[in-house]
């Protein structure tokens, strides 16, 4: 047996009952709350590491690419929510999921940017910075003109 396609209604699409709208709105306002509890633990989580990081555990680099790859996946994660809940008429919870989906791509690519510098090759300090002898002895003659010498 066959599930009736929607045209099989004398020719035009059943109309939405009002409980078919609350479900639907209520389905994208937890979907969202589901989100916004993962997305703070899993900052959370990141600024725990960082903090250990910069007390010499993990390498900060590697605390930044983990959470980039999360909010990565989670973006994929709404979109692909996103896209079914277009294809089971569910315009609310689509669009509502797809605007989060962007939200996560920008926070994402806010991170990237602001942690790119701290991500970068950077140049060891020297152990000990060279001043050279110039004015530090008084005429540029013997030792004994100069301080310590």
Known sequence: MTRPTPRAHGGREPERTGSHWIS???TA???TLLEAVAVTAGLYVAAIA???AQGGGDDPGTVVIVL???LLL???ATAVVSGRAFR???PVTGCVQALVCAALLAGAAGIAHQSRD???PQTPAPSSPYRGTYGQCFSGGDSHECPGG
């Open 88 to 90: 089971r008429r569910a």
């Open 50 to 52: 960082a903090w250990d």
């Open 24 to 26: 639907d709105i209520a």
């Open 68 to 70: 980039l790859v999360g």
């Open 74 to 76: 989670a973006a994929v």
């Open 29 to 31: 306002l937890l979907l």
């Open 118 to 120: 701290h991500l970068g």
